[in-house]
């Protein structure tokens, strides 16, 4: 016998928006940037290591100044030391801010990994003996029975049955959706609650395997691996890094034998050297770039999709192709009633208003749009139901049909074969007129509902897709970018061209087999560019596997999630857009924050050469165009604004620079006038105001 089991729901998260400075962020973010200053650590980022290595070098040159050998004055190396430190710690509070930002979303995910009480079957058939198990005793290939109001316990895959799921623990989204078995939605995720009929699944993954795990495993920020674009940048770095050591480094000798050869002056100091080296080399962009990395991969989180790594979120800001689904990305996925087509002897009048009483228990896009179009075409609304004593029979995954029984009158809206079985049920015969009607709607890629009144069949309401709009905008925008789309459907090439014309893509390919599919991306790659697609089911999979950014739904099969880059948890096709653009902002900013991390070293040149050789060579003060206080402040200036400007980029990091839909060469000009003319003029005015203040308080 089947046993009762409590129904054990597990705590839904409150989804609320992290602010970007959040308090439960920042704190656990400043414990994390000491955490950060170990050795192993600092490697990673060769940049700030030469920091870190010169922040230790004066601090020991301060403890040496304060045995009375020191080189400069124990105040300006301390000063010096602690703003080096600063610098590291600024790094260290971007990155560790970008990586809480991902363990809290990776946190609400983990509250929804509970253990519920399933019910296993041995057999997998609706009706047959089950026996509770806990969810974490279910392995792969095991079958479990869920009922309305049952939480899935885990991952699987329907085998029987078909209802609607509430998936908003996962994709945030209130409306229910339908899964059934057999077909592109079959898949069902753990934690998620079934509403209504039933389901027999069998389970996809093991304990620890389950698609929550490797969600809660790609957004974890520390497990990020840096990106060929990010590896290719921290090389340039690292060789700019080299290139002012070893200046920096022969500059001491110089300035030593200078001073020996004019037979006075006073050489340049160590921690004036370290100071000029930290305010040369890129540490804005070196202290930012793992932050910028984490940050992209957090607003794909935060735009509901899991990206498996990194390289995938750079892959969708570099991609010159986009093949896109017909249904659901261009056109609504549920499509709108377009036409009343009557039976022989039914005026179309009489098949609205009979189609419109059937459809007004019917919540569904589909049954409301009905009601819509009876209301536009004849003016039938304010319907008083009251005195008919109307029985509504609401929309059913198992009977594919609504309507409402008023007396001894049964009106029925729904699919084809749904209302065959009904009419023939009530003894009356299917006409052959309506065969044809239901043909031929279904030949020009609309789908048929058929609306039968007491067992005689009214006619058929054509439901068609509509092109969603803006979408029109969004492809121009994509091909100011140098994006090129392009529709792929199964309809056939009339129906495909007219969509493709009113869409306005760049090209479609109609009737497309998987094999097509696969063969369409594979030609775009051997021209050299980048494809992005996405998919949902089993015959998705070849194409997703061999496209560089490939966005499963949430909703489709597990061939399709394994073969894929991204998961999109919303389900939504026409998320592959958003996923471009986040992909872009994320290259955008990189470039943007480079651009002004090499420009504003020029205003530091000017601070610190003049000060740190002016002893040396007293000709160099020519080049204190700042005019700063004195020797010391300007180094102290130099260093401080350089630690600071990290704090003010952080915002930018972390939100990203502005998407704008431009091409490659007018977003270039516009970055090197806005980050680069910026990164040239506002250090000369911060540097210049950190002198003021320091002179303000005495401490030049």
Same mark, same amino acid.
């Given at each position: 016998?089947?046993?009762?089991?409590?129904?054990?729901?597990?705590?839904?998260?409150?989804?609320?928006?992290?602010?970007?400075?959040?308090?439960?962020?920042?704190?656990?973010?400043?414990?994390?940037?000491?955490?950060?200053?170990?050795?192993?650590?600092?490697?990673?980022?060769?940049?700030?290591?030469?920091?870190?290595?010169?922040?230790?070098?004066?601090?020991?040159?301060?403890?040496?100044?304060?045995?009375?050998?020191?080189?400069?004055? =124990?105040?300006?190396?301390?000063?010096?030391?602690?703003?080096?430190?600063?610098?590291?710690?600024?790094?260290?509070?971007?990155?560790?801010? =970008?990586?809480?930002?991902?363990?809290?979303?990776?946190?609400?995910?983990?509250?929804?990994?509970?253990?519920?009480?399933?019910?296993?079957?041995?057999?997998?058939?609706?009706?047959?003996?089950?026996?509770?198990?806990?969810?974490?005793?279910?392995?792969?290939?095991?079958?479990?029975?869920?009922?309305?109001?049952?939480?899935?316990?885990?991952?699987?895959?329907?085998?029987?049955?078909?209802?609607?799921?509430?998936?908003?623990?996962?994709?945030?989204?209130?409306?229910?959706?339908?899964?059934?078995?057999?077909?592109?939605?079959?898949?069902?995720?753990?934690?998620?609650?079934?509403?209504?009929?039933?389901?027999?699944?069998?389970?996809?993954?093991?304990?620890?395997?389950?698609?929550?795990?490797?969600?809660?495993?790609?957004?974890?920020?520390?497990?990020?691996?840096?990106?060929?674009?990010?590896?290719?940048?921290?090389?340039?770095?690292?060789?700019?890094?080299?290139?002012?050591?070893?200046?920096?480094?022969?500059?001491?000798?110089?300035?030593?034998?200078?001073?020996?050869?004019?037979?006075?002056?006073?050489?340049?100091?160590?921690?004036?050297?370290?100071?000029?080296?930290?305010?040369?080399?890129?540490?804005?962009?070196?202290?930012?770039?793992?932050?910028?990395?984490?940050?992209?991969?957090?607003?794909?989180?935060?735009?509901?999709?899991?990206?498996?790594?990194?390289?995938?979120?750079?892959? =969708?800001?570099?991609?010159?192709?986009?093949?896109?689904?017909?249904?659901?990305?261009?056109?609504?996925?549920?499509?709108?009633?377009?036409?009343?087509?009557?039976?022989?002897?039914?005026?179309?009048?009489?098949?609205?208003?009979?189609?419109?009483?059937?459809?007004? #228990?019917?919540?569904?896009?589909?049954?409301?749009?009905?009601?819509?179009?009876?209301?536009?075409?004849?003016?039938?609304?304010?319907?008083?139901?009251?005195?008919?004593?109307?029985?509504?029979?609401?929309?059913?995954?198992?009977?594919?049909?609504?309507?409402?029984?008023?007396?001894?009158?049964?009106?029925?809206?729904?699919?084809?074969?749904?209302?065959?079985?009904?009419?023939?049920?009530?003894?009356?015969?299917?006409?052959?007129?309506?065969?044809?009607?239901?043909?031929?709607?279904?030949?020009?890629?609309?789908?048929?509902?058929?609306?039968?009144?007491?067992?005689?069949?009214?006619?058929?309401?054509?439901?068609?897709?509509?092109?969603?709009?803006?979408?029109?905008?969004?492809?121009?925008?994509?091909?100011?970018?140098?994006?090129?789309?392009?529709?792929?459907?199964?309809?056939?090439?009339?129906?495909?061209?007219?969509?493709?014309?009113?869409?306005?893509?760049?090209?479609?390919?109609?009737?497309?087999?998987?094999?097509?599919?696969?063969?369409?991306?594979?030609?775009?790659?051997?021209?050299?560019?980048?494809?992005?697609?996405?998919?949902?089911?089993?015959?998705?999979?070849?194409?997703? #596997?061999? #496209?560089?950014? #490939?966005?499963?739904?949430?909703?489709?099969?597990?061939?399709?999630?394994?073969?894929?880059?991204?998961?999109?948890?919303?389900?939504?096709?026409?998320?592959?857009?958003?996923?471009?653009?986040?992909?872009?902002?994320?290259?955008?900013?990189?470039?943007?924050?480079?651009?002004?991390?090499?420009?504003?070293?020029?205003?530091?040149?000017?601070?610190?050469?003049?000060?740190?050789?002016?002893?040396?060579?007293?000709?160099?003060?020519?080049?204190?165009?700042?005019?700063?206080?004195?020797?010391?402040?300007?180094?102290?200036?130099?260093?401080?604004?350089?630690?600071?400007?990290?704090?003010?980029?952080?915002?930018?990091?972390?939100?990203?620079?502005?998407?704008?839909?431009?091409?490659?060469?007018?977003?270039?000009?516009?970055?090197?006038?806005?980050?680069?003319?910026?990164?040239?003029?506002?250090?000369?005015?911060?540097?210049?105001?950190?002198?003021?203040?320091?002179?303000?308080?005495?401490? =030049?």
């Amino acid at each position: 016998m089947e046993q009762s089991i409590p129904h054990t729901q597990p705590a839904q998260p409150v989804r609320r928006a992290l602010t970007l400075f959040d308090s439960t962020l920042v704190g656990p973010a400043i414990a994390d940037a000491f955490k950060k200053l170990h050795p192993r650590t600092q490697l990673r980022s060769p940049v700030m290591f030469v920091v870190y290595i010169g922040a230790i070098l004066t601090t020991l040159l301060y403890l040496q100044a304060l045995a009375g050998q020191g080189e400069a004055p =124990a105040g300006f190396i301390l000063a010096t030391a602690i703003w080096l430190w600063f610098t590291i710690l600024f790094a260290n509070f971007a990155e560790a801010l =970008a990586e809480g930002r991902s363990k809290a979303q990776a946190a609400s995910l983990r509250a929804l990994r509970q253990t519920v009480m399933a019910k296993k079957l041995y057999n997998p058939v609706h009706g047959t003996t089950w026996i509770p198990t806990k969810s974490d005793e279910l392995r792969k290939g095991m079958f479990f029975l869920v009922e309305a109001g049952d939480v899935i316990p885990v991952d699987g895959e329907i085998v029987e049955g078909v209802a609607s799921v509430d998936e908003s623990a996962i994709t945030g989204e209130s409306a229910p959706v339908i899964r059934e078995s057999g077909g592109d939605f079959c898949a069902v995720t753990g934690g998620t609650r079934v509403l209504s009929d039933w389901l027999v699944v069998k389970v996809s993954a093991n304990p620890g395997e389950t698609f929550l795990d490797r969600m809660i495993g790609m957004v974890e920020g520390a497990a990020r691996k840096k990106t060929p674009n990010e590896i290719a940048l921290t090389i340039l770095l690292v060789a700019l890094t080299i290139v002012f050591l070893v200046v920096t480094a022969t500059l001491l000798p110089f300035s030593m034998f200078a001073v020996e050869m004019a037979g006075g002056g006073q050489a340049v100091t160590i921690t004036a050297l370290v100071a000029l080296l930290v305010c040369l080399i890129p540490t804005t962009i070196g202290g930012l770039l793992s932050a910028i990395g984490v940050a992209g991969m957090s607003r794909m989180m935060q735009a509901n999709v899991i990206a498996t790594s990194g390289r995938a979120v750079e892959a =969708a800001g570099d991609v010159d192709v986009l093949l896109l689904d017909k249904t659901g990305t261009i056109t609504f996925g549920n499509r709108q009633a377009a036409a009343f087509l009557p039976a022989p002897g039914v005026s179309e009048q009489e098949l609205a208003d009979v189609a419109q009483l059937a459809s007004l #228990a019917d919540e569904t896009p589909e049954g409301r749009s009905v009601v819509v179009l009876a209301k536009n075409r004849f003016a039938i609304r304010e319907r008083v139901m009251e005195p008919l004593h109307a029985v509504f029979v609401p929309f059913s995954a198992q009977t594919r049909m609504s309507g409402v029984d008023l007396g001894a009158r049964h009106l029925r809206k729904g699919a084809a074969s749904a209302i065959r079985h009904h009419v023939e049920l009530l003894g009356q015969k299917w006409p052959a007129e309506i065969e044809r009607i239901v043909d031929d709607v279904a030949r020009r890629g609309s789908t048929p509902l058929v609306v039968a009144d007491a067992g005689k069949v009214m006619g058929v309401v054509e439901l068609k897709d509509v092109v969603k709009g803006g979408i029109r905008e969004r492809f121009a925008e994509l091909r100011r970018m140098g994006v090129k789309t392009v529709m792929v459907t199964g309809d056939n090439k009339l129906t495909a061209a007219a969509i493709a014309a009113e869409a306005g893509v760049d090209d479609f390919v109609a009737e497309a087999t998987p094999e097509e599919k696969l063969q369409l991306i594979r030609g775009y790659q051997a021209e050299g560019k980048l494809v992005a697609m996405t998919g949902d089911g089993t015959n998705d999979a070849p194409a997703l #596997a061999q #496209a560089d950014v #490939a966005v499963a739904m949430n909703s489709g099969t597990q061939a399709a999630k394994e073969a894929g880059n991204m998961v999109d948890l919303d389900s939504n096709p026409t998320k592959l857009l958003e996923i471009v653009e986040i992909g872009k902002q994320m290259l955008m900013t990189r470039g943007a924050l480079t651009t002004f991390s090499i420009s504003n070293d020029i205003a530091k040149y000017f601070a610190i050469v003049p000060a740190a050789f002016v002893g040396t060579y007293p000709s160099l003060k020519a080049l204190d165009i700042m005019r700063l206080t004195s020797p010391s402040s300007a180094i102290m200036s130099a260093v401080i604004f350089n630690a600071l400007i990290i704090v003010f980029l952080i915002p930018l990091a972390l939100k990203g620079v502005r998407y704008r839909a431009i091409g490659a060469a007018s977003l270039l000009r516009r970055n090197l006038l806005v980050y680069g003319v910026g990164g040239l003029l506002l250090p000369f005015a911060g540097i210049k105001l950190i002198d003021m203040a320091l002179a303000a308080l005495n401490l =030049a």
